[in-house]
């Protein structure tokens, strides 16, 4: 039994149905990103800043942010070594930090202005120093996928993009090859 071919409507609902999904597989492209935030320690009192503690991560929404001023996520873990050979095991997420400010001499005065390095930072993860932290080792993973620095250990979920972004368009080509043909 033959099916019948899609009217024109039909046919234009479906393709910006499929336009609308790759759009959505596609890597962020607007240079912001919305990532989870969490710091060691609380803010000062006076400073008036939301509390998000990473010894109470939770994936919930509480600890989520919108990060204008970077394409990144970041996790760093680390462990610190403390008196009697205790070793304390610690987390930090956020935006990965892209932006940074310079002076420019503009109409006889000099001015802060601001920029984001969009190449600063590469998909994955890396063992290095923190300058701010004296630790035995730290870790840096980044991430470019809206809340990508909620697990563990943060991964690369493009390839799992990727090859569902292969499967869809295969399945509708294969629609629209037994929905258009002639009778």
Not at 24 to 49: F, R
Not at 116 to 141: I, M, P, W
Not at 143 to 149: G, I, W, Y
């Amino acid at each position: 039994m033959m099916t019948p071919p899609l009217s024109f409507r039909t046919s234009l609902i479906f393709a910006t149905a499929v336009v609308c999904v790759l759009i959505s597989l596609l890597p962020n492209a607007n240079g912001q990103i919305d990532c989870y935030e969490c710091t060691v320690h609380p803010p000062e009192p006076y400073m008036n800043l939301t509390t998000r503690l990473c010894s109470k991560f939770d994936g919930s929404d509480h600890y989520k942010v919108h990060c204008p001023n970077s394409t990144y996520c970041m996790k760093k873990s680390f462990q610190l070594e403390l008196q009697a050979g205790k070793i304390v095991k610690g987390n930090v997420r956020g935006c990965a930090p892209q932006k940074y400010d310079y002076q420019v001499y503009k109409n006889g005065s000099w001015k802060v202005e601001s920029a984001v390095e969009y190449d600063s930072f590469k998909k994955g993860c890396f063992s290095g120093n923190d300058d701010q932290l004296r630790t035995a080792d730290t870790q840096f993973c980044y991430c470019d996928d809206n809340l990508c620095n909620n697990a563990k250990q943060t991964t690369n979920f493009s390839s799992h993009t990727d090859t569902i972004a292969v499967i869809i368009i295969y399945n509708i080509m294969r629609f629209l090859k037994t929905h258009t043909q002639p009778a």
